[in-house]
């Protein structure tokens, strides 16, 4: 079957290191990967858009690589603060059909410890 | 900056109630998006519109009917509601690809 898994163990990471997110799908042709922060009782805000012939993309403290031989995107906050902690959301658009609707996964939570 | 608007933060209704919920976006996207939010299942699509007057379900469309009379609004409508339909309902409209999410309701039924 079809699916997008990322961590489901929330992330505890000290103030100032780098946190390291996970996202792995199945099955898909993905023509781009999104990652977005979710905050508690808020819709998720886009933060970084990576396409499927893109290693690597950067933007201030957040970097997200794409390795559609492994199947897996990883998000990497660094220097992080305690204001990034947020639950992080992946969510993909198949090549196939209509790629505006995207696959979700359930996110991960990342708290940072000052 | 992008903005959607949701027209309640919090509603509370009585099974059986009808329910319109409004989206609002004011970035002339053509893309809008019905989602609600559960533990554990995360985002699930509930309903998508690409073009005024234009609509398709997404996973979970029993229950839902949407309006999309004019491009900067979407509605969703719950006919007659149901416990299960409580949830975090989420709007979403595109530019192209990046979804920006309103504020989201959250909606009790009793």
């Known amino acids: 079957s079809q699916k997008i898994e990322q961590n489901s163990e929330a992330l505890n990471i000290q103030e100032g290191k780098t946190a390291t997110l996970t996202c792995n799908y199945t099955?898909?042709?993905?023509?781009?990967l999104q990652w977005y922060r979710q905050d508690p009782g808020r819709g998720p805000v886009f933060l970084l858009l990576i396409r499927e012939n893109e290693k690597e993309k950067r933007k201030e403290r957040l970097k997200v690589t794409f390795d559609t031989t492994l199947k897996q995107s990883l998000f990497h906050i660094t220097a992080s603060q305690p204001a990034d902690s947020a639950t992080y959301l992946c969510?993909?658009?198949?090549?196939?059909?209509?790629?505006?609707?995207?696959?979700w996964g359930l996110g991960t939570s990342l708290a940072v410890n000052p | 900056d992008v903005k959607v608007t949701q027209s309640s933060r919090y509603l509370v209704k009585r099974t059986g109630e009808k329910v319109f919920l409004e989206c609002v976006q004011d970035?002339?996207?053509?893309?809008m998006f019905w989602y609600r939010q559960d533990p554990g299942l995360g985002l699930r699509l509930i309903y998508f519109s690409y073009d005024v007057k234009m609509k398709e379900k997404g996973d979970i469309p029993e229950g839902y009917s949407v309006s999309r009379e004019k491009k900067e609004r979407f509605s969703l409508i719950l006919e007659s509601a149901s416990t299960n339909q409580t949830s975090m309902y989420l709007c979403a409209s595109t530019s192209p690809y990046e979804q920006y999410f309103g504020p989201g309701t959250r909606l009790t039924v009793t």
């Open positions: 099955n898909y042709s993905p023509a781009y």
């Open positions: 969510a993909l658009a198949p090549r196939a059909g209509n790629n505006r609707k995207l696959i």
């Open positions: 970035m002339d996207h053509e893309n």
